[in-house]
């Protein structure tokens, strides 16, 4: 069965450290690929998202993700982090031409001020 | 304002008792779908619906009904709930499923079954 896997539960990083969390997924075919945030107490919401084309996918808030094929990898970047980036960050795969997601288990990210 | 709405954004229910969980979107959106999400497992797609009396089972349908019979509406329906119901549960709408869409989630529904 497919899934999506976020290997890093929690994250602690003081303000302006880069930050990179991993995602990787099983899927052998055409995937597309999403970034959630969930700011406490809130909704989810889409930070990026790639279909085709270009790997390297921004999104908003400096946020940025690579596809890596070969890796079965959409790991999400922000050079620099801030206090209010403190939330859950969920990955999520879409196989093209079903409607079904299926979401990794998150990370947690906490911003030192 | 294009929204998702859920309700009872709150509740506290005890097994057995019938309970239903409205979702509405006010964008005309094809696809809805329900969520369940508990700590270290993420989200899990309950059930998900394509379009108006077109519904089919996520990864974890079990102890949970719907019904798309309008296509703003789809409410979650508890037969009879349990406490491994407990959980937060968002409600999601996207245009279709075409590559392109965004899914837009509404604030989620904590439900707690004693």
């Known amino acids: 069965a497919q899934s999506v896997s976020q290997h890093n539960h929690h994250v602690i990083l003081s303000e302006a450290a880069s930050l990179e969390l991993g995602c990787n997924y099983s899927?052998?075919?055409?995937?597309?690929l999403f970034w959630y945030v969930q700011y406490p107490g809130q909704h989810l919401q889409l930070l990026l998202k790639?279909?085709?084309?270009?790997?390297l996918v921004k999104g908003i808030k400096g946020f940025e993700a690579e596809f890596i094929k070969s890796k079965f990898s959409f790991n999400l970047r922000k050079p620099s982090v801030q206090w209010s980036d403190t939330a859950e960050y969920f990955c999520?795969?879409?196989?093209?031409?079903?409607?079904?997601?299926?979401f990794g288990t998150g990370t947690r990210l906490k911003v030192l001020a | 304002e294009a929204q998702v709405t859920q309700n009872p954004r709150y509740l506290i229910t005890v097994t057995g008792k019938k309970l239903t969980v409205t979702c509405s979107q006010n964008?005309?959106?094809?696809?809805m779908s329900w969520y369940r999400q508990d700590p270290g497992l993420g989200l899990r797609q309950i059930y998900y619906?394509?379009?108006?009396?077109?519904?089919d089972k996520g990864d974890v349908p079990e102890g949970y009904k719907v019904s798309r019979k309008e296509k703003r509406n789809f409410p979650l329906i508890l037969e009879s709930p349990s406490p491994n119901q407990t959980s937060l549960y968002f409600c999601?709408?996207?245009?279709?499923?075409?590559?392109?869409?965004?899914?837009?989630f509404g604030e989620g529904s904590w439900l707690t079954v004693v």
């Open positions: 964008m005309n959106h094809e696809y």
């Open positions: 790639y279909f085709s084309g270009d790997p």
């Open positions: 999601a709408s996207s245009p279709t499923m075409r590559p392109g869409n965004t899914i837009y």
């Open positions: 619906s394509m379009n108006v009396e077109a519904t």
């Open positions: 899927y052998g075919g055409t995937v597309n």
């Open positions: 999520a795969v879409n196989l093209p031409g079903t409607y079904k997601y299926i």
